[in-house]
């Protein structure tokens, strides 16, 4: 720039010189976003490593080196000093955060800006159903109603929403038929009727299965003992049904030889002998051996004349 000096005399004459001014630069400017909110969805089953955003900052202070850094990131996210690039650096789950809100810095030593960077995750059926035990198990008696509960398995799946809903089914050890099971509840109830002397224990297999695509499941055992109850009318067999007693002699076994048939497991059946009343008599089956005279031992079954005075 050129400057014009006059001095006072008739006539005025001047002089010229040239004057240079230089700006000096300061940092007086903070960095600045490309946007002040960014925003990424990615599904929890990312893998570590993988980039999600790339972000920039400027600086009018042309001179200025930026560097980047993050804030509560959880050891979930990082990002580049240099380069800007947030990356994933932790396992996400849905299940445990949904989303995560972090502030994305740019520094140029001096000043700083910042950003709001937007996580949201996106859920997946990443968990499958899990039995609360390896086997269930318990007694059913074969006199059971059919239509009754007989044990309730539960299995939870971790998943929230329609991937966490679970059902239920038998999926083997049920070709008898003699059970059902809610798929909703998973209460196992009695289909048919049961038998003990026909099978005495059924292992189940039940498997629980979630509403993904595909389905995740689980599965256990269920044990179900059938117990014994006394059901069974038992056959008797005598080789001889009329004998003559002798009037104060020893006892008559008139259960010797006796053949006692009962279908009723061993817990069950036990042969015991006593009178009773033929069909018609009028006699009741506790006076019948009053009238006879006649006393029957209930085990051995054996019979005496207990009246010396009567034949």
Not at 7 to 20: C, F, K, Q
Not at 169 to 179: K, P, R, T, V, Y
Not at 224 to 234: F, Y
């Amino acid at each position: 720039r050129s400057s014009d000096l006059l001095d006072g005399g008739m006539p005025a004459r001047s002089g010229e010189a040239m004057v240079t001014v230089s700006v000096l630069n300061e940092n007086d400017n903070s960095p600045v976003f490309q946007q002040t909110t960014y925003i990424v969805r990615v599904p929890e089953s990312v893998t570590m490593g993988t980039l999600l955003q790339n972000v920039t900052a400027t600086d009018e202070d042309e001179i200025d080196i930026i560097t980047y850094s993050l804030s509560r990131a959880a050891g979930l996210f990082t990002i580049h000093s240099s380069r800007g690039e947030i990356r994933v650096s932790g396992l996400l789950d849905f299940e445990m955060d949904r989303r995560h809100d972090l502030t994305i810095f740019a520094s140029d030593g001096v000043n700083t800006g910042s950003a709001i960077f937007v996580v949201e995750v996106i859920n997946e059926n990443d968990n499958a159903p899990i039995f609360d035990a390896e086997v269930y198990s318990t007694n059913v008696s074969e006199s059971r109603m059919v239509g009754t509960g007989l044990i309730t398995v539960r299995a939870v799946d971790a998943d929230v929403g329609s991937y966490g809903n679970v059902t239920y089914q038998i999926i083997a050890g049920n070709d008898m038929g003699h059970f059902e099971i809610d798929r909703w509840s998973g209460e196992i109830r009695l289909k048919t009727s049961l038998n003990f002397e026909a099978k005495r224990m059924f292992r189940l297999t039940v498997s629980a299965e979630d509403s993904g695509n595909p389905p995740k499941s689980d599965t256990a055992a269920v044990v179900l003992r059938v117990t014994n109850e006394n059901d069974i009318v038992p056959e008797i067999t005598l080789p001889k049904t009329e004998f003559e007693f002798v009037e104060n002699g020893a006892p008559l076994p008139i259960g010797a030889g006796a053949t006692v048939v009962d279908a009723d497991g061993d817990d069950i059946v036990r042969a015991v002998f006593h009178l009773v009343a033929p069909p018609n008599d009028t006699a009741t089956d506790q006076n019948i051996g009053e009238r006879l005279w006649v006393n029957v031992s209930g085990v051995a079954g054996l019979a005496v004349v207990y009246s010396p005075s009567r034949h």
